[in-house]
């Protein structure tokens, strides 16, 4: 056990040492993420002219909203993880965790979880900076139950996102080029992940609706928690439920695509 853990402690020090060489790139993506929250002030000031909510929400829920989004994103997103992962298997060189006893899903979990340590921490920076400017529209729930329940929410979401990364990299088997598969479920979760925008200005149906897919519990769940946007208990455990259905289910699936997919690679390079 503990042999298992070194070598997988090992992978994530190696993992963040090489994020922290690019740590410049997560700087400049951080940069523009603040540059998008600027527009999404100017939007939404200009729709919450004359109204005091929208939706049942002021405008600084809304703000606080998109400030929680952004942080989330860059803690537990998975930014290129599908397209590293293809690449392994198209180079070869994921030919040497056949032959070593290395789980691949924890060396690739490894991984994600080094750069997620390193550009959560490099978003800091930036919204220390502007919190002076922002200190105004930030609405936090006061209640405790919000945040216990925000913890484990994040980190399935964590499991989600890379999960869902994971089979999409594993598609790698069967298809040449993954590009398209991502860039479909990007859209798909910038629109039903509450991305775009809150979720909460659905029609109840397609919200219920939305609730039910595993896009809404990648970031807009936990943010909403964070941001006091699900004001039940009963309702976030509820929620939680689904949540935990979806995390186990899409780490199955992953497992079941590795396993199929190692039946028809041909172990050439690496």
């Known amino acids: 056990m503990l042999a298992s853990l070194t070598k997988y402690r090992a992978a994530f020090l190696v993992g963040l040492q090489s994020n922290l060489i690019y740590r410049v790139n997560f700087a400049v993506r951080g940069f523009f993420s603040f540059f998008h929250l600027v527009v999404v002030f100017i939007l939404w000031s200009a729709a919450y002219a004359g109204n005091s909510e929208i939706g049942g929400f002021s405008l600084g829920q809304t703000i606080t909203y998109f400030v929680a989004l952004i942080v989330v994103q860059f803690m537990i997103g998975a930014f290129n993880e599908d397209y590293q992962i293809s690449e392994e298997i198209r180079s070869g060189l994921i030919n040497q965790f056949l032959l070593k006893p290395v789980n691949y899903f924890a060396y690739r979990f490894s991984i994600y979880l080094s750069s997620r340590l390193v550009t959560g921490g490099l978003i800091l920076l930036p919204l220390l900076l502007c919190y002076p400017l922002l200190k105004d529209y930030l609405a936090l729930p006061h209640a405790w139950w919000p945040y216990a329940y925000a913890v484990p929410a994040l980190v399935m979401s964590a499991l989600i996102q890379f999960g869902i990364a ?100 041909t172990a050439v390079g690496g």
């Open 166 to 265: 994971y089979c999409f990299g594993m598609l790698t088997f069967w298809f040449l080029e993954i590009q398209g598969f991502v860039i479909l479920s990007m859209a798909l979760e910038s629109v039903l992940g509450g991305q775009i925008f809150p979720l909460d200005l659905l029609p109840n149906w397609l919200f219920g609706l939305s609730a039910g897919l595993p896009y809404f519990y990648q970031m807009y769940f936990p943010v909403a928690l964070l941001t006091g946007r699900i004001d039940s208990p009963a309702v976030a455990a509820s929620m939680m439920q689904i949540q935990l259905f979806w995390t186990v289910i899409i780490l199955l699936f992953g497992q079941i695509l590795w396993r199929r997919g190692l039946r028809l690679h």
